[in-house]
């Protein structure tokens, strides 16, 4: 059974760097084909795609927020990591991880991030 | 990138009513395009991808059509557990993106 949990801080400051935590279970980041991806999603507003890491370590950003994000994985954790840097209030809101196959197929709960002063 | 539209953003229908939910690309995606269910506080659920192939555990009353910049999910007879938000996800550019949604509530 395929199954994702985020894990990171409830609130952030401005300027600081956001790190957040994927706990996968249910697959391997070995595996050929399978990645993890990141998406977010502001409060009452629909879903960015943010980052993918593909089971070869090969890696993809979304293209605003490119020289922002860094996304790592630790097989040996089972874990895949995103930071962001230098947040801001627009960073607010709850991000998602989830298992990729060509597509987003199983999703972790979300944990939900504030950027506030 | 490529943009993702969606019609209408919010829908009220009654039980058993048929409704359609329109999903249109700014360029041929050809059938790389998902469809999620989100309920408020939850993570999307799959309902559909590669357009019209129902996801696992789906009810059958779900269906998903077109191809290239136009797409429809359809649900044939709407039950009181399909209140939700529904978003088109194209996969076919690796800038993934996501329409904006449409609300769907049950009068």
């Known amino acids: 059974q395929i199954n994702l949990k985020e894990s990171g801080p409830m609130l952030v400051r401005p300027t600081q760097t956001l790190t957040l935590t994927c706990t996968i279970s249910?697959?391997?980041?070995?595996?050929?084909?399978?990645?993890v991806g990141w998406i977010r999603q502001p409060p009452g507003k629909p879903l960015e795609w943010l980052a993918l890491?593909?089971?070869?370590?090969?890696?993809r950003y979304r293209s605003s927020l490119r020289n922002r994000l860094t996304i790592t994985k630790d097989t040996s954790k089972n874990q895949v990591v995103l930071r962001v840097t230098n947040v801001d209030p627009v960073d607010s809101g709850t991000y998602f991880c989830?298992?990729?196959?060509?597509?987003?197929?199983?999703w972790g709960q979300g944990t939900l991030v504030t950027v506030s002063s | 990138d490529i943009q993702m539209t969606q019609s209408p953003s919010t829908l009220s229908a009654s039980v058993g009513d048929r409704v359609t939910i329109s999903c249109r690309a700014t360029?041929?995606?050809?059938?790389?395009l998902a469809w999620y269910q989100q309920k408020p506080g939850k993570a999307p659920k799959l309902l559909i991808y590669?357009?019209?192939i129902l996801g696992s555990g789906v009810p059958s009353r779900f269906s998903g059509s077109g191809s290239g910049t136009e797409f429809t999910l359809t649900i044939s007879s709407l039950q009181p557990d399909d209140s939700a938000t529904y978003y088109c996800?194209?996969?076919?550019?690796?800038?993934?993106?996501f329409g904006q949604g449409t609300k769907l509530e049950i009068k």
């Open positions: 249910g697959f391997s980041l070995t595996t050929s084909g399978v990645g």
């Open positions: 989830a298992h990729y196959t060509h597509l987003f197929d199983y």
């Open positions: 360029q041929s995606v050809g059938a790389w």
């Open positions: 996800h194209q996969y076919n550019d690796y800038q993934y993106t």
């Open positions: 890491i593909y089971w070869d370590d090969d890696k």
């Open positions: 590669a357009a019209s």
